[in-house]
């Protein structure tokens, strides 16, 4: 995806959010803002990607401070307080088990920041509001059509705590005899979840696991190592959660690929690409 202009304001909260987390140190963080606004006034226009930009801003704040994982802690209370919620989701979808609660259920999880919000929310309301609303795109019989015609699917993961969610659909999906390979983060970026988050989930127990090889916010297909342009390329079904994965895969050529995304419309930039309202619920065929 190419930037909005709301883009550059999110950057930089972006930026200050985890330079907060990274260092204490007010001087270093004032050089890294000086860093970040340079880096933006030569980088930042029209067509410049969203991916790309937001990927080196949160490698500067990680060289700079010396911090390799700024997320740290919030990833790992992501996944502690999910865990915490399974119980609930999987009696919610004992009673209902159609795909498309499956698939509301991991669009939960790319709703909730489990870091950022722990306890001080409703998540019994949250789950069972959005297993009420309508997906505002619903592609769902287009994703059955793949089901059928495939057997086997990547899985590009977003984040933690949001994967606990991504394995009840996962397991739902090996229903279908799909053979599931799931990719991850090589190394930390925000909250993003990498191979030891999905381990510490069970996640291998149920699916191939990858790393993209890199870094990068969402996808960016030439950052990617050759073992996962490989993979990428050698499977003609994809689901991708997340925004960021959303950026990426419209700045690739998908050829003839079967791709959706699944997400929770977050900001007002999305919501223009995609034609829809913030905080809308989606599964769209890309």
């Known amino acids: 995806m190419k930037v909005y202009y709301e883009c550059g304001a999110c950057f930089l909260r972006q930026a200050k959010d985890a330079m907060d987390l990274a260092t204490d140190d007010d001087e270093i963080k004032l050089d890294l803002m000086k860093d970040i606004i340079n880096l933006l006034s030569e980088k930042y226009k029209k ?10 801003i949160h490698r500067i704040i990680k060289d700079k401070t010396n911090c390799e994982d700024p997320y740290f802690k919030e990833k790992a209370e992501g996944n502690k307080i999910a ?18 609660n499956y698939i509301k259920i991991a669009i939960v999880g790319n709703i909730l920041d489990f870091g950022a919000l722990g306890l001080d929310f409703n998540p019994q309301k949250l789950i069972f509001s959005n297993l009420k609303k309508e997906l505002a795109i619903n592609d769902i019989n287009e994703l059955k059509k793949s089901i059928s015609k495939h057997n086997s699917i990547l899985y590009l993961a977003d984040n933690t705590g949001e994967i606990v969610f991504d394995k009840l659909l996962i397991e739902k999906l090996k229903e279908f005899d799909l053979e599931v390979t799931v990719a991850l983060k090589e190394k930390p970026i925000l909250n993003d979840a990498c191979l030891e988050d999905a381990t510490n989930i069970g996640l291998d127990k149920i699916a191939n696991l990858t790393t993209i090889g890199t870094d990068s916010i969402g996808i960016v297909y030439e950052e990617a190592s050759d073992k996962f342009k490989e993979i990428f390329d050698s499977h003609d079904f994809v689901i991708a959660k997340g925004l960021g994965n959303y950026e990426g895969l419209t700045e690739i050529d998908l050829k003839n690929k079967d791709v959706f995304s699944l997400l929770c419309v977050k900001c007002s930039a999305i919501a223009k690409d ?7 619920n989606v599964l769209i065929k890309l």
């Open 274 to 280: 995609i034609g829809l309202e913030e905080k809308d």
């Open 47 to 56: 067509g410049a990607s969203s991916n790309k930009l937001g990927s080196a």
């Open 83 to 100: 865990l915490e919620f399974l119980p609930l989701v999987e009696k919610l979808l004992e009673e209902d088990k159609n795909l498309e």
